[in-house]
């Protein structure tokens, strides 16, 4: 089984801070990504990977940035946290192309 | 760009109702369609996948779809619910671009 896991299930964060999601993947899968899943909004993609140091923005990359320094760990980062970025994040990996993708558990944030 | 429509945001049925959810994707070339489910507390997973070939396509749990490339849909079927099929229901597509776009999502409440 793919195994998706995601540093934190929840965190809470203050308004200025620098926010660090840590994602990692067992299955040696080439794509990783990072959503938001929002009431009402679906999943909205934030940065895409499809290999080593390499990233992609997706349709909401605006206060946001990646890191992909091994092929198994994709990091989202929130340069300085702001309340409208409270949503959960999602990652998610896939074998390459346009195959399924599988998610971690998700990490509900919080930013007073 | 693409772009995918859940129309139904909520449905309430008894169990042992028959479930129809509504999904219509805007593109017009080769597309690669899924439906994920997200049950309380879990993470998203993979119901059902269509690649090609036959378009009626079976998945876990009961659940089936149809892809019908003229109306450009791909809508979710299960012929019986039961109450442990309360769950969030997300169709997706992958198009033009080599991601997924989730449409809105469905929260379906069955009443036991």
């Known amino acids: 089984d793919v195994k998706v896991t995601q540093s934190s299930r929840y965190l809470v964060k203050r308004t200025g801070e620098k926010v660090f999601l840590e994602c990692v993947q067992d299955?040696?899968?080439?794509?990783m990504f990072w959503y938001r899943q929002d009431p009402g909004l679906g999943l909205r993609l934030i940065y895409f990977s499809y290999d080593v140091k390499m990233k992609e923005k997706g349709d909401i990359p605006e206060g946001y940035s990646v890191s992909r320094e091994k092929k198994e760990r994709f990091s989202l980062i929130l340069e300085s946290a702001s309340t409208n970025q409270t949503s959960m994040y999602l990652c998610?990996?896939?074998?390459?192309?346009?195959?399924?993708?599988?998610f971690g558990p998700g990490t509900r944030l919080t930013v007073t | 760009a693409q772009s995918v429509s859940q129309h139904n945001h909520h449905v309430i049925l008894s169990e042992a109702a028959s479930l129809e959810l509504g999904c219509n994707y805007s593109y017009g070339g080769t597309v690669n369609l899924f439906w994920y489910v997200q049950y309380p507390g879990q993470h998203l997973q993979l119901l059902l996948k269509?690649?090609?070939?036959?378009?009626l396509v079976k998945g876990i749990k009961g659940f089936e779809a149809e892809f019908i490339k003229s109306k450009f849909s791909f809508n979710l079927r299960k012929p019986s619910v039961q109450w442990s099929d309360t769950a969030e229901y997300f169709c997706?597509?992958?198009?033009?671009?080599?991601?997924?776009?989730f449409g809105s999502g469905t929260q379906l409440t069955v009443l036991p």
């Open positions: 998610a990996s896939s074998p390459g192309g346009e195959r399924e993708q599988y």
């Open positions: 269509y690649f090609s070939g036959d378009p």
């Open positions: 299955m040696d899968h080439e794509n």
């Open positions: 997706a597509v992958t198009g033009s671009a080599r991601q997924l776009t």
